[in-house]
Structure formats: C-alpha cells, structure tokens
C-alpha cells in the first residue's frame, strides 16, 4: 500500500516519457507512488483524458506502451509504485471516426458486434440512435458524401447498402433536443460521453483488455476508479476489478454526503479524499463567521437568511436538471417502470414524480438493497414537497425499492447525475457564504466542524479505512487548496469583507451582487500575496475564464447554450477594473495583503494535517508549492517542475531548517519544507503513522490547536490564526504522550510533558514532532 501518491496530469506536453524523467524528484520529495491521470486512447488533442474512444491501448499522445513502461520501469527502481486512474463509465464519441466501437455501432445499429456495449433505448428512437449534433438553422449541412454522411467537421458512417439519410441506423438532430429525447446513456449531460455497460461480462472484458495487461506484465500497482456511481452495480464492478487485478489497491471517486459512509463490502481501499477535505476546510473555519457571512449573502441574494435557504436552493437547482438538462433520462426511468403502472398514470405525472424523487434524494444514490434508508426519506420528502403527488410516489416506492427492478436500477444511476449537475455544477456557483466550502464533496450548508469531531472522524477512519486517500486539490476541485485557504480566513473578519465588497461593488458594479460575492472571493483568493509592478500576465485570462463559466455554470442569469451578453459584459468588465482601476485594485491589494499571513498559516496547516492524517495523501501536481488555480482548466495548467526540484535540492543542501521560514509572498519555499519533511519520514518511517490520538491543549488559545499522535508522530497545526494573532499563545501548553521529542520541521529538541505552543509553533504554524529515543536523534 502506498504512503503517499503525486497526481500528474499526463498530457501530449507532459507525457510519460517525460513523468519517467520526473519520478527522481519525486522520490526525492517523499513520494510513494506516482499517480497518473487517465492513458487509455482519448478524444483527438484532449487534455484530460476522461473521454476514452479505445480502451484497448495506451494513448499515443501521450506517450503509448513505451512511455507506460518507461514509468513502470523507473517507478519500481526507486521503489515507487504506479497508481492509474481508470474510466469505466462511458467513453467519448464526439469524434465518431476515433471510436471503433461507436462507429460500427452508428454503421450496423442493433446488428452492430458492439451494440450491447452501449445503453441504448432504441424503441425511443423509432429504433434509431439519436445523435444531437446540428447547429441552429443548419439542417441542410448534413450531407451523404464520398460514402459518409458529413456534417461539417463530423463524420459518421453509412450503413452497408444504404444511399440516404433516411436509411441509416442513426439520425443527427438539433442539439437542443439531447435534453429531452436522448436515447442513450451519458455521462451527466454531455451528450459526447456515452455509458458503456461494464455489469456485461463480455464488454467487462473488452474494455479491461488493456488494463488487465498492465497487472499481467507488472506494469501498474493500483487504479483510481472514476465515477463509479454511474455504473448499474459499482459493487459487482469493483468485484470484477478485484479479479483482474488480483486483488490490488482501488479507490473509487464517491461522493460521500454528510452522514454517508461508503460501503464497506465493496472490493476498495476507500474514497479518493474529498470526504477528508471537507472536514479539513471546515476544521481550520472560525465558527463567529457564520451568522454574519450567512446574513450578508442572503441579503445580496434577496434571500431571508435562514437556515433552509441552502436546502431550498438545492431542491430548485435539481430539480431543473431532472426537468432540464437530464429530462431525457427521467423520461427512461419512466419508460422502464412496470407496464401495468405505466398504463395507470399519465407520462406527464409519472415524469413528474420521478423528477421529484431523484430531486429530493438526499446522497447521490443507493446500491439496493444498500441505502434503502435514503429513497425512503427521498420519498417522505418528495411527499412533503408535493402533496399533490402523494399517490403517485406511494406507488413508485416499492418499484424503486426492488433491487432486480429495471426502473430502480436506472433511478439508482440517475440521482447521482442529478445531484452533480443541480448541487456541484450550479448551487455551488449560487452560494457565496464563504466559497471555500463550495467543494466537491463538501455541503456548503455546513459551515464548521469542531476539533472534536475532526478527531472524532479521523478515529473512525484509521480503524475503518486506514488506506483510503486523502486530498486537498484535484483536478475537479473549484479552487486551489491555498485559494480555500485564504478564503476561509474571511470567516475571521467577516466585516471586514462585507465592508470590502460594499466598496468593491460601488466601483465595479455588477448587476448580481450575490455572483459578485463568489467573483471578488475568487479574485482575492487567487491574487498574489505581493505584486511588484503589474500582476503576472496571465492572471486577467484565468480571471475572466473562471467568471465566464462560475456565472454559465450557475445559470440563473446567463447559460452555456444561451448566454445574456449584457450580463456577462458587466462581470468581465468587473474582472478588469481590477487591473485598470487604480481604486479597485487598490482594494485587492489591500485585503490581500491583510489576509495573506492567515492563508499561509490555513495552507500549511492544512497540508501537514493531510499528510498525517490517516490515509494516504495524494499531491496534486504542483502543489508542493503554492496552489492558488481555480476551476477547470485552470487547475490543469503545467507547472514548472524544474524549479520546485531546484527549489527542494536547494533545502536540502542547506541540511538545516531555514534560518527565516519564508512569508505568503515568496514561490512557497516554506511549503515546500514542510511537504517534503511530512512525506519522507511519512514514508521512510511507517511505524510512526499506525495510530491515531487526539492531544489536549489547555490554555486562552486551546481553541487554536489542533493536534494528534499518530504512534509515534505528533502532528500541531494553527486553527484561526487572525484571532491568534490578537492574543497569542499565552500560557497555552499541549500534553506530550510519554518520552522526548524534537520537532523535525524546527529546531526544538528535548520536549516533553506539558509543552508551551508558543515555543513550538514560532517561525512556523505547524511542528512534527518524532521521539527522540526512536528516531536516534
């Protein structure tokens, strides 16, 4: 089992020749197992890799057997393990020529060989596949051509035989009318991500062919599931993952809501992280910042305040996705229900209530009889939310309880659709309290988390799930961890920043001033803690592309498909009178500064907590030093990895902690410290990380502590540091477990029993300490 991993983004210009020339520097910075972003072959010039087309080989692109065998090779010389991320749900068909599989499909229809790999309704297509390509207006492009049918750019395959439009197995329509009428399974609403079906052994097989050579040959260690939720049985999934791997390390990307604990009879090692970091953002959350934070947005947003009005907003959001962008899949739970009740109710009413219980489902889904607790509160309130559908969900209830029920298994796959779509990708961009809770993973209704029950928590994972992974940033995080870092800070001043934003909001106004609360959070978390001259160049475009899609991704003002130009020309403009307007950058630059030592003090604190915490801490790429990248794509830019391994061989020739640690507005050199610290002896001593206990701090700023031994590692971290800042730390002493011991990202030896915090924790707001009598200090 892994340590630790570090996530790379492996791309044409990152490929894995080039991740092989790279694994030295991770090695030396104390990592365990190097983890890569999706391989298998994807869409033409894709960046991410999720959109497979052929599952059978290693992308090119990005480096092809060769390179995965260069990493392999090298991984396993430093002792380093390889952990792929693996996408078993859907593969890309936006480019039909590149799928084999989609092609001979669209070219032989139910005939195809591959016909069974797809989730196809095609009765709900006149027994043709509906593929939503056609632009406004633009009807007469679609043409029979050199023996294809062509529609500008796009190819798509002629059926044997055949001369015509009209005779082939498929017809393109507008693509508006993939909301409602798509007769295939996606992944969320991108109509170019089509489900494939896994639970059949045979396309099992067939898209494990590749990834069951690499166990074969010795070539990978471990995988990382990718939406697992979307699969008709994740259980039987992982089963069958089980087999093929012999057995080998799995995590599944879950979603766990508050409360939610993952299945423990899956075949996995546990979550990718987010549940941890939730807690984390929450843990370092002054709770004093809550009603006054929670009063501001609701009065920008026009709502009453209260404590329903996060809860409100999610059922409104979901529910326009269920009626919405995913009303094609509510109509084909319809559709799949019993005949006799379909012939009982009315389409209109059925989709109604379904919509509403997919709506209303409180996690993003059950694995029946698994989770039969949440369809039945969905179910109560769907009730209590329409009364008027009573009847109607009364006699769903037990086709949605049944386990073997067609309609219960594609309910089962759907909530979690509709809860990505209503709760992540548009009440997240509506909620602006405090941003740094609108993560994946986390509930923005819940605003802290005490010490307590962060120890409380972390004790049930070392004894539940001791190797599941933890994480601050990702490749599908809203922000950076260190632009959540500073955000939360706000929570300590929070009239401060409604005094700022009122400022900001005068000068560059914008017409809703709830977006304009997430924007300027955004725009402060992502600055530079200090700017010599002009800001760096490409912040302005980072800005302006994160505004574009927070407020299309919200879609109460402006939307992807139909966007308001007078809107978004106010937000843009907003964005630069951040660098035009003397006065508003001004104020940036003032609040930045203000909040910078607070986001530095979070941000370590943050990473070493993750680090030893239980688990095993993945780094994405890059964060090793400061991570202020906000949604994606942003989070996915290269970094410059030959300075951090400059920046790290530089601490390690001076083989000393550094004299003056370094401030918020340096490259992060005092991150760098303390991750590459916290990694090598997470992983050069093991012995030290087996256990997990909660340490008391007494004193006028306990508060501000928060600490644990993990048998052998004592790990401290700064909670609230502006409030710290005001008192100090006093007479505050936190209780050793028995023996001596140094802190190994300071200078302090000899420490035992009662400890004054403030000897500890002076240059920096973080210490590991290690006994003395262990290590042979």
């Not at 991410?48 to 065998?69: F, I, M, N, Q």
């Not at 309609?407 to 740094?436: C, H, I, N, P």
Request: aromatic share 8%; hydrophobic share 40%; proline share 6%.
């Amino acid at each position: 089992m892994p340590a630790s991993t570090y996530r790379f983004q492996v791309t044409a210009n990152l490929d894995l020749a080039e991740v092989a020339r790279r694994l030295p520097y991770l090695h030396d910075l104390g990592i365990d197992w190097v983890y890569l972003s999706p391989l298998l072959q994807a869409e033409p010039g894709s960046d991410h890799g999720y959109d497979v087309v052929d599952p059978t080989r290693v992308d090119a692109s990005r480096g092809g057997p060769e390179g995965l065998a260069a990493v392999a090779a090298e991984a396993h010389r430093l002792g380093m393990g390889v952990l792929v991320d693996v996408v078993p749900n859907h593969v890309g068909v936006a480019t039909a020529s590149a799928n084999p599989w989609w092609w001979d499909l669209l070219q032989h229809g139910r005939d195809s060989a591959y016909a069974s790999y797809f989730d196809v309704d095609w009765e709900a297509g006149d027994g043709r596949l509906l593929v939503p390509v056609v632009g406004d207006d633009d009807e007469d492009a679609v043409q029979v051509a050199q023996g294809e049918v062509r529609y500008h750019d796009h190819r798509f395959p002629m059926a044997p035989g055949t001369t015509t439009l009209e005779e082939q197995h498929y017809r393109l329509v507008h693509w508006r009318r993939g909301d409602a009428e798509l007769n295939y399974r996606r992944f969320f609403t991108v109509t170019t991500l089509a489900g494939v079906r896994v639970e059949d052994a045979d396309v099992f097989d067939a898209a494990h062919v590749e990834v069951a050579r690499w166990f074969d040959e010795g070539l990978v260690d471990g995988l990382r599931v990718d939406h697992p939720d979307g699969l008709r049985d994740p259980g039987a999934y992982l089963d069958d993952l089980a087999r093929l791997t012999g057995g080998s390390y799995v995590l599944v990307e879950k979603i766990l809501e508050p409360g939610e604990e993952l299945p423990t009879s899956w075949a996995t090692a546990g979550t990718t992280g987010y549940d941890v970091l939730a807690l984390l953002d929450r843990v370092l959350t002054d709770p004093a910042g809550e009603a006054p934070l929670t009063a501001l947005d609701a009065r920008l947003r026009g709502l009453p305040g209260t404590d329903e009005d996060w809860d409100e907003l999610v059922h409104d959001s979901k529910r326009a996705v269920a009626t919405g962008g995913l009303l094609a899949e509510t109509r084909r739970i319809v559709r799949e229900l019993p005949e006799p009740l379909r012939t009982r109710l009315t389409p209109v009413v059925a989709e109604d209530a379904v919509a509403e219980a997919l709506t209303c489902f409180p996690v993003y889904r059950s694995y029946l009889p698994l989770g039969r607790e949440h369809l039945d509160e969905a179910l109560a309130l769907a009730r209590r939310h329409r009364p008027d559908l009573a009847d109607v969900l009364d006699l769903l209830a037990p086709v949605l309880a049944d386990p073997e029920a067609p309609a219960a298994r594609r309910f089962q796959q759907t909530s979690g659709m509709v809860m990505a779509k209503g709760v992540e990708d548009s009440s997240f961009y509506r909620w602006s309290r405090l941003t740094a809770h609108d993560e994946v993973g986390g509930d923005p209704g819940t605003f802290v988390v005490t010490p307590s029950d962060f120890h409380a928590a972390m004790v049930e994972r070392q004894a539940t799930w001791p190797t599941a992974m933890t994480t601050l940033s990702t490749h599908d995080t809203k922000r950076g961890e260190d632009v959540r870092a500073r955000v939360l800070a706000l929570a300590e001043v929070p009239q401060v920043w409604e005094e700022a934003l009122g400022r900001l909001l005068e000068l560059a106004p914008v017409p809703d001033e709830g977006f304009a609360n997430l924007l300027w959070q955004a725009v402060v978390g992502a600055w530079p803690a200090r700017v010599d001259g002009a800001p760096p160049s490409d912040l302005r475009a980072r800005l302006s592309a994160y505004a574009e899609k927070a407020m299309r991704e919200a879609g109460d003002r402006t939307t992807w498909t139909d966007p308001d130009e007078e809107f978004e020309a106010a937000v843009h403009a907003a964005v630069d009178a951040a660098f035009d307007d003397p006065a508003v950058a001004g104020l940036v630059t003032d609040l930045v500064a203000r909040l910078a030592d607070a986001g530095w003090s979070n941000a370590l604190s943050a990473k070493l907590v993750a680090i030893t915490a239980p688990g095993v801490c993945d780094v994405y790429q890059g964060s090793e030093l400061w991570e202020q990248s906000l949604v994606d794509p942003d989070n996915r830019r290269p970094v410059d990895l030959d300075r951090r391994a400059e920046l790290l061989a530089g601490l390690d020739a001076a083989a000393a902690v550094p004299a003056a640690p370094s401030g918020p507005d340096d490259e992060g050199l005092a991150k760098l410290w303390v991750t590459a610290t916290a990694l090598r002896l997470r992983r050069d001593r093991s012995e030290l990380f087996g256990d997990y206990a909660p340490l008391t701090a007494t004193g006028p700023a306990a508060d501000h502590v928060l600490a644990f031994d993990r048998g052998g590692a004592v790990t401290l971290a700064t909670r609230l540091p502006l409030g710290l800042a005001e008192t100090g730390w006093g007479e505050t002493v936190v209780e050793l477990p028995g023996g001596h011991w140094r802190d190994v990202l300071g200078t302090a030896t000899g420490l035992s029993g009662s400890v004054p915090v403030g000897t500890l924790l002076t240059g920096l707001p973080v210490a590991l300490l290690v006994r003395e009598d262990r290590d042979g200090a």
